[in-house]
């Protein structure tokens, strides 16, 4: 099949690739030069595990193509995968510019059959809305056909989620459409699932918000697990060997953060206020997430009421692991608070630190090293369970001007940290070396 993808972001850019991967020819379209000229070079303009290896292979094998220009993107493309960004808009409702326009773009330039397949996240209508822009302003004299196909990857196991995703998605008014998505999917080996348009744009969102209600339901347990002395670690490995419960998206910690669960949990809450439907459990579950995201200040500021002129270690900047996506990173709002109360902050992240220099403040300062960032602070504050985080040289507490280390991912086993000279605080679990703490004092 001929296949063009619109947006070259964490989603276009891993469907592209993987799509040429298992044998389709794909052209990939996005508006921002730098990205294009370097995908060109077989270089990814993100960071994900696996993919400039698999997108170098592919544009070697003559099945891989980019381009900023729609109408040649689009020429002989039997399908075209829309999959730009859909962000928050002020009020919490998803904007839509770009897929409203990447519509107009696709009735102006196509000039055969086409479907056209939505992967963006989009609310509830707004593949018909597309049918409706794109009939409205089709040039040519062409059937098109509109199939929604919601995208499920997580960001850092891109690759290895669309080969081994728990189902595709694909909602459609035509079964001929459907049937072709099908077809053109089946070498993934993953499940087919098929609906109706609405059910389908519907089913991404109820997915997200259900994960986040998750995350957040386990960060509620957690600040109880603190005030009753349990561990929130064994009470979710107990809850979820229940397979009803399951053990996935049980991890406490400082919230969610990343491009989807914070702004489509507001989509959702949006969506449903549309219809005069309050989804109170959404908004609780946003709530929570929000004073969970303070959770590590709030634990800083007691054992240090005043910032000023000490010397913060933040480690990791990331939103999550594998990924140097900064959106909606907790690290963004811990770092505006620590420069507001006069601390010196000294930030690591392995691979997001670039992303991070053009969104944090300019005094933040960066090291090479988890073990650079530690040394000589007053306090260390973890925020994303990196590898080179988790594996720190555990020597280097000692190296602290006060080993206060205040843990927003559980990196560390609690007896592992008895043994060391360092104060340990972490989410929803006992801390430990209060003793310490005395002595300090
Ligand atoms: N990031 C994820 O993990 C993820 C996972 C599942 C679904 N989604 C959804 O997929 C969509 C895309 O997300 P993303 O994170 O890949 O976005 P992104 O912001 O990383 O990338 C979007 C890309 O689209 C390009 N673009 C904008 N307008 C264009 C146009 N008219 N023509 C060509 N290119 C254009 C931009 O330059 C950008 O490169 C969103 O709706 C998101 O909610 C994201
Ligand atoms: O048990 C958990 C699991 C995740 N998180 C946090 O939740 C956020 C999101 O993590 P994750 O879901 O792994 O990453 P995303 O790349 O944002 O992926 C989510 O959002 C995508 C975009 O819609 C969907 O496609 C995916 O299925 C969905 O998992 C991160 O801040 C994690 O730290 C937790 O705090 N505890």
Redesign the pocket.
Known sequence: MKISVVGTGYVGLVTGVSLSEIGHTVTCIDIDENKVNKMRQGKSPIYEPGLDEMMTKNIESNRLFFTTDHKQGFEGADVIYIAVGTPEKEDGSANLAFVEQVAKDIATNIKKDTIVVTKS?VPVGTNHKVKQIIHINLVNDVKVDIVSNP??????SAIEDSFHGDRIVVGSESAQAADIIEEINKPFGVTVYKTDIRSAEMI?YA??AF?AT??SF?NEISNICERVDANVEEVAEGMGMDKRIGS??????I???????PK?TKALIQIAGNVDYEFELLKGVVNVNKKQQALLLNKLNERLPDLKGKRIALLGLA??PN?DDMREAASIVVTENLIKAGAEIVAFDPIATENAKTLLSEKVNYAESAEEAIKGSDAALILTEWDEIKNVNREVFDTMNYPLVIDGRNCFKLEEMRERRVEYHSVGRPSINNDFKKIYA
């Open positions: 996240t995208e499920f990857l997580k960001e850092g991404k997915s997200n994960l998750k995350i386990i996935q998206f049980l991890k406490a910690g919230g969610y953060g990343g491009s989807c669960f489509d939103f999550k990924t």
